[in-house]
DNA sequence: TTGACATATTCCTATATGGGAATGTAATGT
DNA sequence: ACATTACATTCCCATATAGGAATATGTCAA
């Protein structure tokens, strides 16, 4: 069996960086095509390609101005690979604090020895 | 070129719903890769493989406990996937607020008709 | 209608994949 | 030493890519 189909959810559409560049690029506002190719320096083919796999795992909306195109970000689809990261939150704020745990009983151990020689 | 390697990133590895599934497993404790391949239901090699993505890219630790592999996951590296997709929280929240909105306006108008029959 | 503009699709190809089956390797017990 | 347990790796294969090039579709303007 082949990797799931980049279509066949928002995990596997934001796998490609550039998808996400083209999310990162039209969350703010909607953009035309033409847009998206200038700002992110890709082949127009190669844009429409990945605003296709974007549409149809809903990340991307799409509205028709004139010949234009005009896709924007559709924020709600992003919101699975959010929660299911979300949930391993509190880890690695642990894993943070005892990081910082162990930085401040360095600098008290350093305050300690009063002829110690400071790392620059 | 073909799609970036799982083991390029996080986001490709993830991409990968048993992977999800293994890390989801691993993080509350480590475990032997008996114990995910008995709890997930996989193919024991399978599960080697998918592990072996994990490592590559950071998402798991492992130890040796005598015959036995104990894995766990190393939910830092889950971190960039997360503050990826937090960039677009505020944005659903705007959505809801809107669709929040409307439904309320929908029962203003609604509660305004006295003799109107409720939908079950 | 014809041409220009904006975007989409198709065809091509090298490549990485996940599963299945089989085999390899390392540590333990006797 | 040998069998057993616990994992890892290898080989095979059908399949879905992403990019490049070329072409098709759709819309407006004159």
Known sequence: MPRAATTSDAFNA???????DILNYLAL?????????DALGLEQPSVSKHLRVLRDVGLVHVRR????M??????EAIRPV???????ERFWRHQLTRIKERAEA???EASMQEGKIKPD
Do not use: C, S
């Open 29 to 37: 506002q909607e953009r035309p095509v033409g847009d998206i190719v």
């Open 82 to 88: 959010h929660e299911w990261t979300a949930k391993f």
């Open 70 to 75: 005009l896709y924007r970000t559709n924020a």
């Open 65 to 68: 101005h004139g010949r234009q």
């Open 106 to 108: 360095k600098m008290a």
């Open 14 to 20: 934001v796998a490609e960086p550039r998808r996400r």
